[in-house]
């Protein structure tokens, strides 16, 4: 039978989703994440999907999976004893940064600190020009005596980056050094800044390469115990992992690149969104994803996800861009905020609401799990207004606490600031709502995105509960909310292909540039990024090629990405390249200057597989058999600031062309949607929820 399961491990849940490939049959299954080793949650949660299911591990081909290991790995600093090797007078580099303030009139700024140590940074003699020629080679005594010198200070070391200048431009020396650090030190794990990243720019490159050595061991680790599982279970299909650009790579290219995964699992939850809007023909979307511990948005336009070369992980301040440790990698251009159902609340110094960033995660939870946590969080507050239910979460499997989460929120928020319990959790979930909202906001205008005409995909196990309040605060006028909303990233990394990007930094002005020369420099980026598919059993007739430029008129520090036709080559696309970077500049900065000259930066090439041949109007197998409508409970909604008798529905019950008006809750086993007063809710002819939000006449007419 051809299964293919997705499982994607969050903060708070580990999601599951099994699929056949050839009826559309799908099951899902979410359980409380394992924070101390998340592959028991893999392991013991993978048996109790395919009991739902009714088969066998032998009957699934493919397991794909995402997980946010690594991006709590940095965000923790629970990395690996890792030594940097650098080119002599450059080891305070990491310190040095871009010297650039984030905030001007922060007279108390700080960064985050890097990853490595200056204890741990070992200087060589060794130089290589900016043209590739050998200034000076590396002695392979003082690499061994200096690493020896290292580990009776500091102890063993299990992880090492070898970062040397220009090393992009020539990578002979990076090689060598990392071959003496192999034959001194077997055990240890070895990252080159030339294979990380090749780009000019040494901060970047190495603080990339870096976060790869840090996290590679754990990453490692962690891998081969989800191997050993899965085999101990039956499963002798394929495992592929999910990748922060929407595609998936095999386990060998994921222990070479561990710094790719950072957002593996929100990026497939954006990939899902995107596919939904490509199969309802909706163009422009905002992918916002809530689970148990942090919100992620996303921009979809012309049913293509925002791609991006650059992330920052660690801010020291949420939204500002600058404050975090950057990593340069292909990556779903998301924007992150510190919300989620784990999010905790409290009355701050002044005298005001907050809730997040820090969350009580999977251990203890909030305090409606009855799990032994004791400070109020977001989902006691949904749990407070009616929004869930506290026999149905989970479907059943998990009873919450309704009169413990009112406890802790009187305790906590309404004795404080003097106000009922009521009113203190409203406050709660109305922060949330405008949190999220404001990072939307910004995140759409720094790409000049109208949200105002786009529609909004709501998924995650919270993100149904509060998308219509975020999205009337945009004044976005329609949310889709697919089947399965509570494990969409699961779903996603359904249907996403085996996907490969290789970048390299060469500086050529395009006016110079030989057709040869152009066809010879993709053609060896093809070449290594094909490379990454061995073992897949996928030909290069199976793959299809895609090609980008980084260029920017001569003289300028910012460069911008132009992807280049398929049907070009040699002489007739070097003739078309000014047009093509004059078009893309003006729709960056509204002008163009066609008689400066231009030069390329950066060479990209993204290498595909086949695409599943899945759609996504998926067969949930959840089904009650009884009428969608199964009863009703007491919601707070804001419109007539009390509770109101609310009609709750059961949404596998649901069939395309059903249709109501809110208040409204549409419960399925790993998410709620709430639907407010006035709001317009049809079922589409795919299986989706589509809510056409309220205008606010509509609203008093209801």
């Not at 220009?166 to 990392?178: G, K, Q, T």
């Not at 910012?558 to 729709?587: C, H, M, R, T, W």
Request: glycine letters at 8%.
């Amino acid at each position: 039978m051809a299964w293919r399961v997705g499982i994607d491990i969050g903060g708070t849940f580990t999601d599951f989703a099994a699929l056949n490939e050839r009826t559309g049959r799908l099951v899902v299954h979410k359980q409380l994440t394992t924070p101390h080793d998340p592959s028991k949650a893999v392991i013991s949660g993978l048996p109790t999907l395919l009991d739902k299911a009714a088969i066998e591990p032998s009957d699934v081909d493919t397991i794909i999976h995402g997980t946010t290991l690594v991006t709590n790995a940095l965000i923790e600093r629970r990395g690996a004893k890792t030594a940097m090797i650098c080119t002599e007078g450059f080891a305070d580099v990491l310190d040095i940064a871009k010297e650039r303030r984030y905030d001007m009139y922060d007279l108390a700024i700080t960064y985050p600190e890097p990853l490595i140590e200056r204890a741990m940074r070992i200087e060589i003699d060794e130089r290589m020009t900016a043209s590739g020629a050998v200034s000076t080679a590396p002695d392979p005594d003082q690499v061994r005596r200096r690493l020896a010198e290292k580990t009776e200070q500091n102890g063993p070391i299990q992880s090492v980056a070898v970062c040397l200048l220009n090393s992009y431009v020539n990578d002979s020396h990076e090689r060598e050094v990392a071959d003496i650090v192999q034959s001194a030190l077997p055990d240890a794990y070895v990252s080159t800044s030339a294979d990380i990243f090749p780009f000019m720019r040494e901060y970047e490159r190495w603080t990339t390469t870096t976060m790869n050595a840090f996290t590679q061991p754990m990453l490692c680790r962690y891998l081969d115990r989800l191997e050993d599982g899965l085999a101990e279970l039956g499963f002798a299909g394929s495992l592929f992992i999910m990748t922060s650009s929407g595609g998936t790579v095999t386990l060998e290219t994921a222990r070479r690149y561990p710094v790719r995964l950072l957002e593996s699992g929100p990026a497939a939850g954006v990939h899902f969104a995107a596919r939904l809007g490509e199969t309802a023909n909706i163009a422009d979307l905002l992918a916002f994803d809530m689970g148990g511990t942090t919100a992620k948005g996303a921009l979809v336009r012309d049913m293509e996800p925002l791609h991006r070369y650059e992330m920052e992980v660690a801010r020291v301040h949420e939204f500002r861009l600058g404050s975090g440790l950057p990593a340069k990698i292909p990556v779903i251009d998301l924007i992150e905020i510190g919300a989620g159902g784990g999010s905790l609340a409290e009355v701050d110094a002044r005298g005001v609401v907050k809730v997040g960033p820090r969350s009580a995660g999977a251990d203890p939870g909030p305090v409606c799990y009855s799990l032994g946590g004791t400070r109020p969080a977001l989902t006691d507050a949904n749990l407070t207004l009616g929004y869930l239910s506290p026999d149905f979460f989970l479907g059943g499997e998990m009873s919450l606490d309704a009169n413990g989460a009112a406890s802790a929120i009187g305790q906590d928020i309404a004795d404080p600031l003097n106000v009922d319990t009521l009113r203190a959790a409203w406050g709660i979930h109305e922060t949330i709502n405008e949190d999220v909202a404001r990072a939307f906001r910004n995140h759409a205008s720094e790409r000049g995105f109208d949200y105002r005409r786009s529609s909004m995909v709501a998924f995650g196990g919270s993100g149904p509960i509060h998308a219509l309040r975020v999205a009337r605060k945009l004044l976005v006028p329609r949310v889709v909310f697919p089947s399965g909303a509570g494990v969409a990233s699961a779903l996603g990394m359904l249907i996403s292909p085996l996907s490969f990007e290789v970048l390299r930094s060469d500086l050529v002005e395009v006016e110079t540039l030989a057709p040869d020369d152009l066809d010879a420099k993709f053609a060896d980026l093809v070449d290594e990024a094909t490379e990454a598919f061995a073992g897949t059993g996928l030909t290069s007739d199976d793959l299809s090629v895609t090609r980008a430029l980084d260029m920017r008129y001569r003289g300028q520090g910012y460069d911008i990405e132009v992807a280049l036709p398929q049907s070009l080559d040699g002489k007739a696309l070097i003739e078309k390249l000014p047009s093509l970077f004059a078009a893309d500049y003006e729709n960056v900065f509204a002008k163009s200057f066609p008689e400066r000259a231009t030069e390329i930066v950066a060479w990209k090439v993204t290498v595909t597989g086949p695409r599943p041949s899945i759609d996504t109007d998926f067969s949930l197998d959840a089904g009650t058999g009884l009428p969608s409508l199964k009863g009703e409970r007491m919601a707070f909604f804001p419109e007539v600031n009390d509770f109101q008798n609310t009609p709750v529905y059961d949404r596998q019950a649901l069939r395309p062309g059903d249709s109501f008006a809110g208040p409204a809750l549409v419960e399925e086993r790993e998410s709620t949607c709430v639907i407010g007063v006035g709001d317009k809710v049809e079922i589409d002819i795919h299986g989706n929820l589509v809510a056409t939000i309220a205008t606010k006449q509509q609203v008093l007419a209801a």
